[in-house]
């Protein structure tokens, strides 16, 4: 770089700027064609000079993603450097500078969660959201350096943030507090290894993080713990009510199975589905109403009392129906456990729904079934399934 440009940049020179374009004016274009170069922004940007920063930016906004020889952006040097009027100022004109990644893949945000800059954290996150969820080359994200560095300020910081922020869908923090890194870790993992008892009590708390997660080492976080030199017993105890809590059946497990399944689905996946067991619910729920063969009409000459009753052999009317009921059941807990996923507040709405659902396919079951079975076998099995269903969730 031109030394007269330089020294413009370290003492924020503006009008030395322009004398320098005015003798070259393709001065900035040949920096910005160099692949990593301390840029006029870079330099402003460590020296916390403001005004002459969103000068160059304004001529060339390409600096502020540019990496110097160090792998930093200006953002990065800002916030090395605490430059707080730099970072405002940055973020002012691209919100998304939080995101751009420097050496090892490290963005801003990893940098102020390795160093526990509260402040910084907060700002970062309340200017872009999503760069919560950037990760390294080693697939670390923030909340791994919080716990790795054990800053517990910066890793409460963000694990609020990341609860209580309605920016973030139920989904997306399931599965930002349950992202491995490249050994197959997890936040869990990390702050067992560090022996965290405030972090694995705030972890478990969140009830967004499965301890039943395990590493490439076949770890869950009460191994990694529990082979530590010293161990905290008040750690152990709580981890081991996160495995193994009283109440649940062992069947839980699969649920969480499923799931697990379902938060690494995209959205849109889990919406297309969604409208897949709704048509199954669908066609299921007329299936009983129209049952094959159709049914015995009043004036057929039969027994009036037989007016309604399928008319297919009640053999095949029991195959018919326990498929059905099969299909219909099965459907409404997988619709349920996406919804439990995508949000829980409105599955216990959909339950309600499911049970006045469950009152009317029994009725119509007692109707339509040619034999005395009057329907209460559905409606107790359906009780019955949703019960254990919930229970287990």
């Known amino acids: 770089m031109d030394e007269r440009l330089m020294r413009a940049a370290q003492s924020g020179n503006i009008d030395a700027l322009y004398d320098l374009i005015e003798d070259d004016a393709d001065v900035l274009r040949r920096i910005d064609e160099m692949e990593f170069v301390d840029t006029p922004l870079h330099i402003a940007a460590a020296a916390g000079h403001t005004d002459f920063a969103m000068e160059v930016m304004n001529l060339k906004p390409s600096f502020a993603r540019n990496l110097n020889q160090g792998g930093f952006s200006p953002l990065h040097l800002a916030s090395q450097y605490a430059k707080k009027k730099m970072v405002d100022d940055l973020l002012s004109v691209d919100k998304d500078l939080v995101r751009v990644k ?18 910084l954290l907060s700002k970062f996150l309340e200017e872009c959201p999503n760069c919560i969820f950037d990760l390294t080359i080693r697939k670390e994200t923030a909340l791994h350096f919080a716990a790795q560095n054990n800053n517990f300020q910066a890793f409460k910081a963000i ?30 993992h990390i702050a067992a290894s560090n022996n965290q008892t405030q972090m694995i009590k705030l ?58 399944d379902i938060e690494e689905m995209k959205l849109d996946t889990i919406n297309a589905l969604l409208v897949v067991f709704a048509l199954i619910l669908a066609m299921t729920y007329q299936a009983l109403l129209s049952p094959p063969g159709g049914v015995l009409q009043a004036d057929a000459g039969s027994d009036s009392d037989h007016a309604g009753k399928s008319v297919i052999k ?46 009317c396919y029994g009725a119509a079951l007692g109707v339509l079934e040619p034999i005395a079975f009057s329907g209460w076998g559905s409606w107790i099995a359906a009780v019955i399934t949703n019960v254990l269903f919930f229970y287990v969730w």
């Open 102 to 119: 420097g050496r090892e893949g490290y963005t801003p945000l990893h940098c102020a969660a390795r160093e526990g800059d509260v402040p």
């Open 203 to 260: 972890l478990i708390e969140s009830k967004k993080v499965d301890s039943n997660m395990v590493n490439q080492s076949g770890f869950t976080a009460l191994h990694v713990l529990q082979e530590q030199p010293v161990v905290d017993r008040e750690s152990v105890n709580i981890l081991i009510r996160a495995q193994h809590p009283a109440s649940r059946f062992r069947r839980a497990s699969n649920f969480n199975k499923l799931t697990r």
């Open 159 to 188: 694990l609020d943030r990341i609860q209580e922020t309605d920016k973030y869908h139920d989904i997306e923090k399931r599965r930002m507090l349950n992202l491995q890194d490249k050994d197959g870790n997890t936040v869990l």
């Open 314 to 359: 009640p053999v095949m009317f029991i195959i018919f129906y326990v498929s059905n009921s099969v299909a219909f059941i099965m459907a409404w807990i997988l619709t349920m456990a996406l919804l439990s996923v995508v949000g829980k507040r409105i599955v216990f709405t959909v339950f309600s729904l499911y049970l006045l659902m469950c009152l």
